[in-house]
């Protein structure tokens, strides 16, 4: 192989998007507890805290294709009714043992209004959806974000009225610390865990084996 070539390749994967992640859950009744402590903690030091409130749909490619990738599409109720739509595919994580996070690629990328009818054109079959609606907190380049998943009685229902039929799926939050890097960042998974060590004992954010 020319070595140009080699090294090439070694810069691509170098600069692979990576998601570094930990994951954790919190009751609601004690999430007022931990959003002090992270805006404490957090640069959001104008007391302004971001919010979000999200419709995502996930889509399956399933056997008998040779593999079972699913994609997710997202969009902010608060935009409608003319929304950004956003495709996103997240791969399984990676376990490093020698790692105190999971590790996963990732690709996001804005689409069209039609991406549903797009993918359902190429195979791709309606899986499951749920809204997320909660915090966000950024901490330098680490993002924690603080949301209440919850489902509806009617299936992809995007109308404008983003309160319709929502059904909790727990009586806790889902709290998720994520950073954006590349295999490059060998100090992401210490960097992470020294800040998730300050939310305890309110929380212990760790890495999940979604497989399970």
């Known amino acids: 192989m020319d070595p140009a070539q080699?090294?090439?390749g070694q810069n691509r994967s170098s600069f692979l998007p990576l998601e570094y992640v930990l994951q954790g859950s919190i009751e609601d009744k004690s999430a007022h507890l931990l959003r002090a402590r992270l805006q404490g903690l957090c640069d959001n030091i104008t007391g302004e805290v971001e919010l979000f409130d999200d419709h995502e749909i996930v889509?399956?490619?399933?056997?008998?294709?040779?593999?079972n990738v699913s994609l997710r599409v997202r969009y902010a109720l608060d935009d409608l009714p003319n929304p950004i739509y956003h495709l996103r595919y997240v791969a399984a994580a990676e376990l490093d043992k020698s790692?105190?996070?999971?590790?996963?690629?990732?690709?996001?990328?804005?689409?069209?209004?039609?991406i549903q009818a797009f993918l359902q054109e190429l195979?791709?079959?309606?899986?499951?959806?749920?809204?997320?609606?909660?915090?966000i907190y950024r901490k330098g380049?680490?993002?924690?974000?603080?949301?209440?998943?919850?489902?509806?009685t009617e299936r992809n229902r995007n109308d404008g009225n983003p309160m319709v039929n929502r059904r909790p799926f727990t009586d806790s939050?889902?709290?998720?610390m994520s950073l954006i890097g590349s295999v490059l960042d060998d100090k992401v998974g210490d960097e992470m865990k020294s800040f998730a060590d300050q939310l305890k004992p309110l929380i212990s954010l760790e890495k999940i084996d979604q497989k399970r």
Do not use: M, W
């Open 6 to 8: 080699s090294l090439s």
């Open 59 to 67: 889509y399956s490619l399933r056997p008998p294709a040779p593999t």
């Open 99 to 114: 790692t105190h996070v999971s590790i996963r690629q990732f690709h996001d990328c804005c689409v069209t209004k039609n």
């Open 123 to 135: 195979g791709f079959g309606y899986d499951y959806e749920f809204y997320a609606k909660g915090d």
């Open 141 to 152: 380049r680490i993002k924690i974000t603080v949301a209440k998943i919850s489902t509806s």
């Open 173 to 176: 939050c889902f709290v998720e």
